[in-house]
């Protein structure tokens, strides 16, 4: 299951647990961002919407009309475009954060007809099942170079250059607005395989606060993430935390480190200052979506939890 259905399943039982958890408003939000608890941690982004994650699906111009998809993670920057419509067969799991229509796509098999085929080189096999295919280097790396050669292979790069001049312009108000240069924040991943991880500026998330001018704290300032011990979680103290689960299994292991004394004495633990975020999207391979995503999440939350 993918992790963010989990948090879907999660968020369920504590509505059924908790019972009249109530809101919280936030500020500076375009839409609104219902908050209710687990382990202490407020969650976010409860009522957004997958289904309306892409852009309008575009109508002729010079895109192909047919595009196979080796590699999942270039599906963000298609929706970002507004081409889900066209994407014909993929190549992996589609992440749960995009939404229902590419959901739907069939899986790659061998021969799958296309005008064109994109994938990168962590999708080797899925590019051999594609045939003929547009290499595109990984979002995971750098997602807005990604983001320009995917639009460049469907002819579409100047909707993409203006995609990222929103997102830019959005960032820029949005550091204003949070004063985010006057708030630490730390990112904290619980992994499917036990792991406690403080994470460092590699991953998406840490891309978009670097772009917001978010203080993050002294030991998450390198791209390695910080694996801690049950016994030491002292790397993920910050003014505030934003915690993601990796699946189910995730969950249940951040379940129980979050309850645990170390967690509970952090300093922003004390202050109800730590917030559980959709990790499918926070901690995903990287794209427009996401990216979004995660300064909307930010944005609405940075001083609403304070």
Known sequence: MGAAIALTVVAGSVLTACGGSEPIQQPFASISTTTTRLASANIIGLDRKPDEACAAPVAGGAAPAAIVVADPALL?????LGLQNRVKAVGGD?????????????KLADGAQADVAVGTADSAEANRRAGRTVTIPAPSADWRRSFLALADAVRMP?????????????????????????????????????KNLALGTA???????????????????????????GDDVSAADADLIYVGYQGDKGREHGMAVMTTKPWKQLRAVVAK????VEDSAWFSAGGPVAAGIVLHDVGNTIKASS
């Open 203 to 229: 991953p998406l998330a840490a891309q978009v606060l670097a772009d917001l001018k978010v203080v993050r704290p002294e030991p998450q300032r390198k791209p390695e993430a910080v694996e801690m011990s």
């Open 76 to 80: 963000d920057g298609l929706c970002a």
């Open 273 to 276: 200052r730590q917030l559980l």
């Open 158 to 194: 100047a909707e993409a250059r203006a995609v990222l001049d929103r997102y830019q312009r959005d960032a820029a108000e949005k550091s204003v607005k949070i004063d985010a240069v006057h708030n630490t924040v730390s990112l904290v991943r619980f992994t499917a395989d036990g």
């Open 94 to 106: 589609v992440p749960s954060y995009l939404g229902a229509t590419l959901a739907k796509v069939p």
